[in-house]
C-alpha cells in the first residue's frame, strides 16, 4: 500500500513546492560542465545565454526569490539532480519522474533497514509504517520531490551498520547522509556516549577514545569528498552565504522564534531576526552538546531517542521549519516510545495555509495551534516517561 500511494504521484508535477525547479535547473547545469554553486539562475536569465533547455520556464517556476541566491543542495543531491537531466534533458516531466523514482526507492531502502534494525532491537517490526505509511512523508517527499527521503535511507542504513558494530562502514554511509542534506551533521554528537560509555564505571571505556575519534573522521572524511569536486574560496563564500540565509533572512512556521520576534517588535520596533538569527543556532548546538554530555545514552535506543530530542529541540529554535524538515525525527520516532512527532507530522499540514493567499502570508494563529498540540503531547510523555520509571524503581 505504501508502495502503491507513491507511485500515484510517479507522473505528477508538484504543487505545494517549487523547489522541484531549481533540482532540474542545478541538474541540467551540472550535465552541462557548470558548477552549480558559482552561478545564479537570475544572472542566466538576465544575460539571456543559460545553457540548458528550458530556462525560462525553470526559472518562472522557481521564482525570483530562489533564483536569486545560490544553491545549497550538497554534492549527492545534485548527483541525483545530474542523473535525471542525464536521461530526461529536454522534458520537466520526465525529469520529475526519475527524481521521484530515485525518492521511491530510498524509501524502499528505508523501509528495508528501518525494518531490520526495529527487529535487531526487539522492537515491533510495524512501526516502520509510522513512517512508511505517514500521509505526510508519502506527500512531502514522493509527492513534493524532497531529497530528506535519500537523507534518511543512509541514515537509517548507517543507524543499522552501527547497530551491528560494522562501524567503519556506518561511518562511510552516514557521511554519505550528510552529503545529501547536511542535517545529520546535529546527530554526530550523540554518538558520544555510545563509542564511550561515560555513565558507566568502566576503567577500560576511554580505551573506545580513537574509535570514536576514527568514526568521526570517516564519516567527515567522506562527506567533505563529495564536495571536492566543487571546492573553491568562491564555493565557499557561496555555499555559507546561502545557509546563513536559512538563520538570519527566511521565517516560516517557527515557534519559539516567533515568540521572540514578537518582543523584538514590542521593545525596539523591528524585526530581529539579524541578531537572533545568530544566537538561536548557538544555542540549538549547546543543547545538543548537553545531550550528548548530561543525558545517558549508552545503549542504543537511549541514543536514538537522544537523537529525536536533539532534532527536535534544534526545529523548535529554527527561524524557518518547513514540513518536509520533520523527515528525520519521524523516522527516529519510530524506534523510540515518543509519538509527539507523529503528531506533528498531522499538525504540520496547517503551514499550507500560508499558501492559501495569492501573496504569502502565515496565520500565526494556525501556527500556534499546531505547536501547542506538539508541546502539549512532549509534556504529557515525558511526565508519563518519569512517572513510569518512577513507578518501575519502586517495584
Not at 568562491?234 to 515568540?259: G, H, K, M, R
Not at 498531522?346 to 502565515?362: H, Q, R
Request: hydrophobic content about 55%; some cysteine; glycine content about 4%.
Amino acid at each position: 500500500m505504501g508502495l502503491l500511494f507513491r507511485l500515484l504521484f510517479l507522473f505528477a508535477i508538484p504543487n505545494l513546492s517549487q523547489d522541484f525547479y531549481r533540482f532540474i535547473w542545478d541538474g541540467r547545469l551540472l550535465v552541462q560542465g557548470f558548477n552549480p554553486y558559482l552561478t545564479l539562475p537570475l544572472e542566466w536569465i538576465s544575460q539571456g545565454n543559460a545553457p540548458l533547455a528550458q530556462a525560462e520556464v525553470l526559472y518562472d517556476g522557481m521564482g525570483a526569490l530562489n533564483g536569486s541566491h545560490y544553491t545549497n543542495y550538497p554534492p549527492l543531491s545534485q548527483l541525483c539532480y545530474s542523473i535525471a537531466a542525464l536521461i530526461a534533458d529536454n522534458s520537466i516531466l520526465g525529469t520529475v519522474i526519475i527524481l521521484r523514482s530515485i525518492i521511491i526507492l530510498a524509501d524502499i531502502g528505508t523501509l528495508y533497514f528501518g525494518k531490520k534494525l526495529l527487529t535487531f532491537l526487539n522492537l515491533p517490526e510495524h512501526h516502520i509504517f509510522f513512517y512508511f505509511l505517514n500521509p505526510f512523508i508519502i506527500i512531502e517527499l514522493t509527492g513534493n520531490l524532497h531529497f530528506e527521503a535519500v537523507m534518511v535511507f543512509f541514515l537509517a542504513w548507517s543507524l543499522y551498520l552501527l547497530a551491528k558494530q560494522q562501524w567503519h562502514w556506518a561511518a562511510a554511509v552516514f557521511g554519505l547522509s550528510i552529503s545529501v542534506k547536511l542535517l545529520p551533521l546535529l546527530l554526530l554528537p550523540l554518538l558520544f556516549q555510545y563509542f564511550i560509555p561515560f555513565y558507566k564505571a568502566q576503567p577500560s571505556r576511554f580505551r573506545k577514545a580513537p574509535k570514536l575519534l576514527l568514526f568521526y573522521t570517516l564519516t567527515i572524511t567522506i562527506a567533505l569528498l563529495t564536495f571536492l569536486p566543487f571546492i573553491s574560496n568562491e564555493f565557499l563564500q557561496n555555499f555559507s552565504q546561502t545557509i546563513a540565509l536559512w538563520f538570519q533572512n527566511f521565517e516560516f512556521n517557527a515557534s519559539i522564534y516567533y515568540i521572540i520576534r514578537w518582543f523584538g517588535y514590542q521593545t525596539v520596533g523591528w524585526n530581529i531576526i539579524g541578531t537572533v538569527g545568530k544566537i538561536l543556532p548557538v544555542l540549538s548546538v549547546l543543547g545538543i552538546l548537553s545531550l550528548s554530555i548530561f543525558r545517558k545514552n549508552s545503549n542504543f535506543p537511549q541514543v536514538l531517542t537522544a537523537m529525536l530530542f536533539a532534532i527536535s529541540l534544534y526545529f523548535l529554535l529554527s527561524t524557518t521549519v518547513h514540513p518536509w524538515y520533520l523527515a528525520i525525527p519521524v523516522f527516529l520516532s519510530i524506534f523510540t516510545t515518543y509519538r509527539y512527532v507523529l503528531w506533528w507530522s498531522l499538525t504540520v499540514v496547517l503551514s499550507y495555509s500560508a499558501y492559501a493567499e495569492t501573496n504569502f502570508s502565515e496565520n500565526l494563529a494556525l501556527v500556534a495551534l499546531e505547536y501547542l498540540i506538539v508541546i502539549g503531547i512532549f509534556i504529557f510523555e515525558i511526565f508519563q516517561h518519569k512517572k513510569a520509571k518512577t513507578s518501575h524503581l519502586e517495584n
